[in-house]
């Protein structure tokens, strides 16, 4: 009865490949999270999602395209991977959009790119 | 726009050891300030926020933080810490109007010695 779950755990895969993370919680929350976190444990956010609706898309590459089927779900797909993208990509949920909530985070998928 | 820095990238103690771990935020608006704990391999979760009211907060784990509104700085101590208190840490602060957004500090690895 994970709250918050990412698959894959691991991603290795070559330049040039697409590829997606999916997200899942279960926990009712309304927003969605897309965070990476680089080789220096820097955590940025990428995408929020508010009910299904893009709330947030901070300066990400085109190549990055968020989708939320639903409230429980938000998974992440990547054109043309890059050396660059790898990272740990985490996704998080909260109850709603506000500025107060606690924010819960799946494991994480690392992710290397050859 | 909202800036956190975290002034020790590692701070290794002994165990039993009083420990502060220390948060600078710069922001031209009110914010909320957030602690999250992130344990070896595994996602973030919540230790403690400030949200209003009284400046010290405290999570059950007996950490505590102490808001400062005129040094903007919110630290973060135990009196006395556990092997199990190895982990990285950071300090967030989110902006109180509107969607939450997370501005994350570089993060601090607690390494507590036997």
């Known amino acids: 009865d994970t709250a918050v779950s990412q698959t894959p755990k691991y991603l290795v895969t070559q330049m040039g490949n697409d590829k997606s993370i999916k997200c899942e919680q279960n926990l009712g929350h309304d927003t969605m999270y897309w965070y990476k976190q680089d080789s220096k444990k820097f955590l940025k956010i990428m995408f929020s999602y508010n009910n299904k609706e893009l709330i947030i898309n901070e300066t990400v590459p085109n190549r990055f395209s968020p989708k939320s089927p639903d409230k429980a779900h938000l998974n992440l797909h990547i054109n043309s991977l890059e050396l660059g993208d790898s990272a740990v990509y985490f996704c998080?949920?909260?109850?709603?959009?506000?500025?107060?909530?606690?924010?819960?985070f799946g494991p994480g998928t690392r992710l290397l790119v050859l | 726009a909202q800036s956190v820095t975290q002034l020790d990238s590692q701070v290794p103690v002994f165990e039993e050891a009083p420990v502060e771990l220390r948060c600078n935020y710069s922001?031209?608006?009110?914010?909320?300030l957030f602690w999250y704990v992130q344990y070896p391999n595994q996602g973030l979760q919540l230790l403690l926020k400030?949200?209003?009211?009284?400046?010290l907060v405290e999570s059950i784990n007996g950490f505590e933080a102490e808001f400062n509104k005129s040094q903007t700085s919110f630290h973060l101590r135990k009196p006395s810490v556990h092997i199990s208190d190895t982990a990285e840490y950071f300090c967030?602060?989110?902006?109180?109007?509107?969607?939450?957004?997370?501005?994350f500090g570089q993060g601090t690895r607690l390494t507590i010695n036997p």
């Open positions: 400030y949200l209003s009211g009284s400046t």
């Open positions: 998080a949920s909260s109850r709603s959009s506000g500025g107060r909530e606690t924010q819960y």
């Open positions: 967030a602060v989110s902006e109180i109007q509107g969607a939450q957004k997370l501005v």
């Open positions: 922001s031209s608006v009110s914010v909320y």
